[in-house]
């Protein structure tokens, strides 16, 4: 099995900064892209960015310019810098981890989720 442990969530006022981490480990034996949700109060999960073995990112529109993925192949590692965050961006923010040998062979690996919330 592969275990997705997440780390870095907090409380922080409007205009503030967090880091999230997310380590997997386990049966690794190729991770492919790896990527951060997000699920408000009374909203759906939905993805805030991700990123792919080779670099290429995607953001949701409404972090654009404001966050920043990326990730450490040799520690099985992706981060989220949240910069100017705002109170909307308060949430359950999960980390997921796909791995196989293409989008039809591979597998999805959950963090339980960590909370980040931006209040004054």
């Known amino acids: 099995q592969v275990q997705v442990v997440e780390s870095g969530g907090g409380q922080v006022q409007p205009g503030g900064s967090l880091k999230l981490s997310c380590a997997a480990s386990g049966n690794i034996f190729s991770i492919t892209t790896m990527g951060w949700y997000r699920q408000g109060p009374g909203k759906e999960r939905d993805l805030v960015a991700a990123?792919?073995?080779?670099?290429?990112?995607s953001y949701a529109d409404s972090v654009k310019g404001r966050f920043t993925i990326s990730r450490d192949n040799a520690k099985n590692t992706v981060y989220l810098q949240m910069d100017n965050l705002k109170p909307e961006d308060t949430a359950v923010y999960y980390c997921n981890v796909a791995q196989g040998w293409g989008p039809l062979n591979e597998y999805d690996y959950w963090g339980q989720g960590i909370q980040v919330t931006v209040s004054s």
């Open positions: 990123i792919t073995s080779g670099g290429t990112t």
